[in-house]
């Protein structure tokens, strides 16, 4: 018995495009002006056009039928590492672009939680195409840091000896020796 699709699936896939070009527009339009910022503009677009194709290839498979699980990726970790293009940190993009941003975040959260993107969230394909969009607009959790394997829980800190208030408590002073011992600098020897 196959199962049948979604009937929200093609607007579901037309709502995303929207917004992703939308913000790409937002994006080119407002960091145009801004020169610490310009050079965001074409890897920004490129990562959002790039993700809006892949979930619309991704819906219109969904809408044939549900998608078989893929086999687990195995990570080669041999490979150089890149440094990414633009920030990472959890709603930057919002904070960069204003109400304007917070907007297209508000409209792609609404779409996500229709019932007809609960397959499209539960795809790992479809995960992973969201996932840096989410973290750019504040949409998903800030990222956990995992523990370092190597790393030893701290020790208890030691306690610090008292030291003497200058301005209250006098100096020590070396005891004095007795007058029967010749002082050390006049012993001959």
């Known amino acids: 018995m196959k199962a049948q ?112 993107a609960a397959d499209l969230l539960a795809s790992t394909a479809g995960r992973r195409a969201l996932a840096p969009i989410r973290r750019m607009l504040g949409l998903s959790p800030a990222r956990k840091r995992r523990p370092a394997a190597s790393r030893q829980p701290a020790p208890p800190p030691r306690p610090h000896p008292i030291q003497p208030h200058p301005t209250i408590d006098p100096p020590p002073r070396r005891p004095r020796p007795p007058w029967w011992l010749t002082p050390p600098r006049l012993r001959s020897g």
């Open 5 to 116: 699709p979604h009937p929200a699936t093609p607007n579901l896939a037309a709502g995303i495009g929207t917004i992703l070009r939308n913000l790409a527009a937002l994006i080119a339009r407002r960091f145009l002006n801004d020169p610490l910022r310009a050079a965001l503009i074409i890897p920004l677009w490129q990562h959002l056009t790039r993700a809006a194709l892949r979930l619309d290839r991704l819906l219109a498979r969904l809408a044939t039928g549900p998608i078989p699980p893929q086999k687990p990726r195995t990570r080669n970790h041999s490979g150089p590492h890149h440094k990414p293009l633009f920030p990472t940190k959890n709603a930057w993009l919002i904070r960069a672009l204003g109400a304007e941003a917070a907007a297209c975040a508000s409209q792609l959260e609404a779409l996500l939680a229709d019932p007809a």
